[in-house]
């Protein structure tokens, strides 16, 4: 690879992160109360993070196909704990990550053509990418296909706070 | 050496070319040359043929047809034809194109043309059109005995043919195809410029096409002109066969099948015009008047049965263009051959009506048959039996064949009638003529001699001689059916196709040929032996063994990959299904150089946990390097277990690969913010310098 400031192993440090056992006693307590006579299905994710306290601004970003058993809106309690513990990694970093984003945001122009929007609900699409690209000399289209294919798992054209969020992870840029 | 046998060859084909034309009168068509060139050009577009989906197109309207500019700047024709040795366009193939082309556009036809046989209006009006008489006589003579009633039937309706033919009248012309006026059109669409003569001609052709096609009546308001035709009492060949088939379906009591023959007016691919610049300024080609009597055969036509008075009778009625009496109502049976359809095949003529195929469709059911072999000789190779490897298969006239029966099964919906089918194999089958010279025999896809058979040729072990043919020098030599031809290829060739040749199979034939490396360093006798074989001789290639015994007789299962490795050090995997069992294949992409990424995973691991994996080559490259076969190579095949490993490695590398462009971009962006922060923007500053 042309960097060896990443590699495989701090990927996968994010991706299934350590879980402390007191987050995860939380965690399985309020599980146990959303799906105490029935399955816990995606419409109780709200109330879910909301008891514990989670980050609205994040949270609201989850996307329901990450936390549940395909096919179903039923949700898989091994992602929900580590999607919980993505989102506390991220909690704890959220000036890095504000930082950072906003760096990006400014430099594709979206704070200019958007002003109403919150920083953390910005999107950024292949196109701002690109812009970003040129401005720091990188030839066209270098890549930017690439980054997105890599923060949104080659789902979509575009990524919010949280997918950006998720790569610094993986960057190995946050505090675990 | 070999190139100086090729063109002296051709020298001498030159030569009897020329002399040939010299010895010949004057004709404005020749049979066209069987070259194999045309052979060549087919299996290209084999595969196209096939793939074309069709849409329906209604042609009651008006159909406009768009062609860009023919005309290439000179410089590149010029380029063209040195390249081809002047044989710049292959109008022959364009002509079996159209042919092709037009098939399924002259089915529709001939379909919406029975629609209009139940209009009720038309019904009424031209039912009205026939005198009292006539109708009379037709009632009295639905009651009399059978016997009487077999007897007078053609007699009956040839007065009503009579009668029609001095009613009705021709005002317009027909259909028919002009292939001169296209061949003019495209050979000298370049040089029409030459001289001011030539151009005027050249657009006088271009722009009067009714000059050449005719003056076709206007439908545009569909069954609407189509009845005021009836009430004038006129129109072009085809609409007043139509008429007539109605009158008849109305004056004709009692039960009976009535038939319209349409013989499809193609192009005919088997004659090539000559001199037609010559004919074109001499205005041969061009339609003598609205009437088509250069036409002297009809193309739409009627057949009747009357099955209640008699089985496999049949009446074939010509009601428009036959002068004798014989020929407008002919009394003949289902499955006798009628010969008075055919054109004459005299090449002075305008040999544009010739035709290939007659299909009729009935009134009931409105079903199309193939009626040819009623009408046209020696088609047996259409109702031949035939093995997957006979070079029938491959011949255009059996193509086109094939063509028009994938269409009428399309447009019919339904099975065809087997009976329909045995009889029209029964007279196609014993109507043939012998050919009588070799250039015959190459034209003909019925027959053989055993010295015209191809090097991967052979005839069946259980082929029967079929006649005996007399050469120029009185020298006899057996004539075979064709259908016992069969194809080979030699080992190699059916790999790649998929095939494997049985075990204890022995060769039908050996090739003696001599290798392009060979041929390339002059090396004229290093020849090689090649083993030929039929398709029967072969079967599917089996899957690669998945275990093996070893010498005790006790069977292990394979897992490594070197049991697989040919002297080339690859498998040869032509087919997914060969692939062995336990083993899987990973295709090789551009972006991720997938054997680079192994070779890394397997640095400093363990020989037991390295990924092995072995080349496949799915087939050959024989156009970039000449007198080569260079394999290609677009898979490799690992372990099962090591498939899922690959996959994940593939997966990490592009995770790692997005997450490097991220690094490099935010750290470059952060520096650039930096700079921007501590020292401002260089343009910025200029800008608040002027404002001060």
């Known amino acids: 690879s042309k960097s060896t400031n990443v590699s495989y192993e701090r990927v996968e440090l994010f991706e299934n992160p350590k879980v402390p056992i007191e987050v995860e006693d939380e965690i399985l307590e309020k599980y146990a109360e959303s799906s105490l006579d029935h399955d816990m299905t995606v419409n109780e994710l709200p109330r879910f993070f909301k008891d514990l306290q989670l980050e609205p601004t994040i949270w609201k970003l989850v996307r329901n196909e990450d936390v549940i058993i395909e096919g179903t809106d039923v949700i898989d309690f091994t992602k929900l704990v580590r999607c919980t513990c993505q989102l506390l990694i991220l909690m704890n970093n959220l000036t890095v990550i504000d930082d950072l984003w906003s760096m990006l945001i400014r430099n594709c122009g979206r704070d200019v053509d958007f002003p109403q929007v919150a920083l953390r609900d910005h999107v950024l699409s292949v196109k701002d990418l690109q ?16 980054m997105i294919s890599c923060a949104t798992d080659g789902k979509r054209l575009f990524m919010t706070y949280l997918d950006f969020g998720c790569v610094l992870g993986k960057l190995g840029y946050l505090k675990m | 050496m070999a190139k100086r046998l090729l063109e002296s060859s051709q020298n001498d084909q030159a030569n009897r070319k020329n002399s040939k034309i010299e010895k010949k009168e004057v004709s404005f068509y020749e049979e066209e040359e069987t070259d194999d060139s045309f052979d060549s050009f087919y299996q290209d577009e084999e595969d196209d043929l096939s793939d074309i989906d069709w849409e329906e197109v209604s042609l009651d309207g008006s159909l406009t ?34 042919h092709l082309i037009m098939i399924p556009f002259m089915l529709f036809l001939l379909k919406s043309r029975m629609k209009w046989i139940d209009d009720e209006r038309l019904n009424r009006r031209l039912r009205r059109s026939v005198p009292k008489l006539i109708g009379k006589k037709f009632k009295d003579w639905d009651v009399r005995d059978p016997a009487f009633k077999m007897d007078s039937l053609r007699t009956l309706l040839l007065g009503l043919v009579l009668w029609f033919r001095s009613n009705y009248k021709m005002n317009s012309n027909g259909i028919r195809q002009n292939f001169n006026r296209l061949q003019y059109l495209i050979k000298y669409a370049d040089n ?5 003569i030539s151009e005027s001609t050249y657009k006088k052709v271009l722009e009067n096409q009714q000059e050449f096609y005719g003056n076709r009546p206007l439908i545009n308001h569909g069954v609407e002109d189509i009845r005021k035709m009836a009430k004038r009492k006129m129109a072009n060949r085809d609409i007043l066969t139509l008429f007539f088939f109605i009158i008849l379906e109305n004056v004709l009591p009692g039960p009976k099948k009535l038939y319209l023959c349409f013989a499809l007016p193609l192009h005919d691919y088997d004659i090539r015009c000559n001199k037609v610049k010559w004919q074109i300024e001499h205005g041969i080609g061009k339609v003598p008047n609205r009437f088509d009597s250069d036409l002297i055969q009809p193309y739409f036509w009627i057949e009747l049965e009357v099955p209640t008075l008699s089985d496999g009778e049949l009446y074939i009625i010509d009601p428009i263009a036959h002068l004798g009496e014989r020929e407008m109502v002919l009394k003949t049976r289902e499955d006798q051959f009628v010969p008075t359809y055919q054109p004459s095949v005299d090449m002075k003529y305008n040999l544009n009506q010739k035709f290939h195929y007659v299909v009729r469709i009935n009134h009931a059911e409105k079903v199309l048959q193939d009626v040819s072999p009623r009408y046209v000789p020696n088609v047996c190779y259409r109702y031949f039996e035939l093995s997957e490897s006979s070079p029938i298969l491959k011949s255009k006239h059996y193509t086109s064949y094939q063509y028009l029966s994938k269409w009428l099964k399309v447009l019919n919906k339904k099975k065809a009638s087997v009976h329909h089918y045995a009889i029209m194999k029964k007279i196609a089958l014993t109507n043939f003529t012998l050919p009588k010279s070799v250039t015959e025999i190459k034209r003909t896809d019925n027959f053989v ?51 494997s040749i049985l075990p204890n199979a022995q060769p039908l034939k050996r090739k003696k040929y001599l290798p392009m490396r060979e041929r390339m360093v002059r090396n004229l006798d290093k020849y090689v032996i090649k083993e030929l074989f039929s398709y029967e001789q072969t079967m599917k290639s089996p899957k690669y063994p998945s275990t093996y015994c070893d010498h005790l007789g006790q069977e292990h299962v394979i897992t490594d990959l070197s049991h697989y490795k040919n002297k080339f050090g690859n498998i040869e995997i032509y ?17 991720v150089d997938i054997k680079c990424l192994i070779k890394e995973y397997n640095k400093g691991k363990r020989k037991m946990q390295k990924i092995k994996y072995l ?38 590398t592009k995770v790692l690969l997005g997450l490097s462009f991220w690094d490099i971009l935010l750290r470059k962006l952060r520096v650039n913010d930096r700079l921007n922060a501590e020292y401002g923007n260089v343009g910025n500053n200029e800008e608040t310098l002027d404002d001060h």
Do not use: M
């Open chain 2, 65 to 98: 047809v768009t062609f860009g500019n023919i005309r290439r700047d000179r410089e590149k024709v010029s380029k063209y034809k040195r390249k081809h040795n002047k044989k710049a366009f292959n109008y022959q193939r364009l002509k079996y194109g159209l």
């Open chain 1, 131 to 146: 812009k970003i690209s040129n401005l720091i000399g990188a030839d066209q289209s270098s890549g930017t296909i690439e």
């Open chain 2, 575 to 591: 087919s997914k299904e060969t692939k062995p069992d336990g083993f899987e294949l990973i295709p090789l992409s551009k972006e």
């Open chain 2, 192 to 196: 029409q410029n030459e001289n001011s």
């Open chain 2, 449 to 499: 001699i055993p010295s015209l058979l191809k090097s991967n040729e052979v005839l069946k072990a259980c082929a029967k001689q079929a006649a005996t043919f007399t050469k120029g020098d009185n020298s006899q030599e057996p004539i075979f059916w064709r259908r016992d031809v069969i194809q080979l290829k030699s080992k190699q060739h059916w790999a790649i196709l998929g095939r």
């Open chain 2, 615 to 652: 080349d496949v080559v799915s087939g050959f490259d024989f156009k970039q390097k000449k007198g080569h076969a260079i394999p290609k190579i677009e898979s490799i095949l690992v372990k099962e277990t090591d498939y899922k490993a690959v996959q994940l490695l593939k997966q990490q």
